[in-house]
Structure formats: structure tokens, C-alpha cells
T-cell receptor
Framework: DGGITQSPKYLFRKEGQNVTLSCEQN?????MYWYRQDPGQGLRLIYY???????QKGDIAEGYSVSREKKESFPLTVTSAQKNPTAFYLC????????????FGPGTRLTVT | GESVGLHLPTLSVQEGDNSIINCAYS??????FIWYKQESGKGPQFIID?????DKRQGQRVTVLLNKTVKHLSLQIAATQPGDSAVYFC??????????FGAGTRLFVKA
């Protein structure tokens, strides 16, 4: 069963703690993306990776970090420096150049109190 | 489920009617456009796409229209069904890895 998975579905953390969100894909896609979604807004790009061991900042990268050590995995760490971390986080993958369709995971709802 | 887009523009249609969802895009250099559907608590799903060298593309029950003169995109859903209720996003791409998503429109289908 091919697809993209995110875990967990819901995550709760105390303020000041770092937290890592998981994203795995078995679609053999080169590109992977992390988006943040807030009520009343579209998806905002946090980080993206075109290829293993390479990643680029998106529009709202401050307070976040990523790694891309394997093609299948693109974990996102929400650090304590992120001022408003409570949000719905979506991971996506895509074939890359010349194919811009993105395949999304089910999302992780992070609540920080 | 997840509540996204609490203050989104909303379109309410009767089951069986046609729906038209509109989107104004921002970049005249964008050459690829996609419509996504997002159900409550889930990630967006691809519906249909169109390249800038086309002005219309049809899928199963869906049609996308592109007007580059006024930077406008629309999604038409024929014979709207309760399962079409969701938030719909348009997205634009200028040929690179970054895609820009619109804020979304919530579609309610009344039975």
C-alpha cells in the first residue's frame, strides 16, 4: 500500500519543549515538504527537500528544523524558539521537477500549552 | 475531526446542483495550477490540474477553467454530492519546487 504517513495524529507538548513530527513515504518521491495550516489560512511552506541530504527553507522556517538522511523520511522538529507552534502540520511528497502534484499525509495536530 | 479554515469563504449548494468555486491567483508567471480537496481531519487530495497553455480541462464530474488575463481559476463540480463537502484549495506553481496555496473555500452540500 503506497502512500505517505505521519505520526502521531495528535500531539501535546508543554511550552519550552522541542518536539519531532514524523513523515514517511514509500512512493519513491524525490521531493518532500512540510506545511503548516492555521484556521482561515492556506498552507504555508515551512521547509522542503528536493533530494536526500538537501533541504531549503520555506516561507516560515523560523523555529523549525528538518533533516533528510533517507529518501523515505523527512522529520520536522518544532523547537522552543517557535513562538506559536500550535497548528495542524502537513507533510507532502512529490516527484519533483516537471511534476508538481503533491501527495499529502493525514497531518499531525500539535497543541502546545 | 480537525477544524481547518474556520473563517473561510463558504459556498452552500443543494445536492444535485452544480458548484463553482473561484480562485484568484497572484503570480502572472505561474504556469501550472492545481485544485485540491481537503476533508475534515485529513490531508489535501489532488483533484485536477491545468497548465497555462490551456484554458479548460475536464475530469470526472469536475472542470477547471483558467483565465490568464484576469488571473482567475475556477473549479466546477457537476451534480454535487454530499461527499463533495470539503475545503477546496487552488494552488499555483511557477515551475519550481515551491507551490503557493490559496486560503481555500468551504463547500457545504445540503441534502
Amino acid at each position: 500500500d503506497g502512500g505517505i504517513t505521519q505520526s502521531p495524529k495528535y500531539l501535546f507538548r508543554k511550552e519550552g519543549q522541542n518536539v519531532t513530527l514524523s513523515c514517511e513515504q514509500n512512493l519513491n518521491h524525490d521531493a518532500m515538504y512540510w506545511y503548516r495550516q492555521d484556521p482561515g489560512q492556506g498552507l504555508r511552506l515551512i521547509y522542503y527537500s528536493q533530494i536526500v541530504n538537501d533541504f531549503q527553507k520555506g516561507d516560515i522556517a523560523e523555529g523549525y528544523s528538518v533533516s533528510r538522511e533517507k529518501k523515505e523520511s523527512f522529520p520536522l522538529t518544532v523547537t522552543s524558539a517557535q513562538k506559536n507552534p500550535t497548528a495542524f502540520y502537513l507533510c507532502a511528497s512529490g516527484r519533483g521537477q516537471d511534476s508538481y502534484e503533491q501527495y499529502f499525509g493525514p497531518g499531525t495536530r500539535l497543541t502546545v500549552t | 475531526g480537525e477544524s481547518v479554515g474556520l473563517h473561510l469563504p463558504t459556498l452552500s449548494v443543494q445536492e444535485g446542483d452544480n458548484s463553482i468555486i473561484n480562485c484568484a491567483y497572484s503570480n502572472s508567471a505561474s504556469d501550472y495550477f492545481i485544485w485540491y480537496k481537503q476533508e475534515s481531519g485529513k490531508g489535501p487530495q489532488f483533484i485536477i490540474d491545468i497548465r497555462s497553455n490551456m484554458d479548460k480541462r475536464q475530469g470526472q464530474r469536475v472542470t477547471v477553467l483558467l483565465n490568464k488575463t484576469v488571473k482567475h481559476l475556477s473549479l466546477q463540480i457537476a451534480a454535487t454530492q454530499p461527499g463533495d463537502s470539503a475545503v477546496y484549495f487552488c494552488a499555483e506553481n511557477t515551475g519550481g519546487f515551491k507551490t503557493i496555496f490559496g486560503a481555500g473555500t468551504r463547500l457545504f452540500v445540503k441534502a
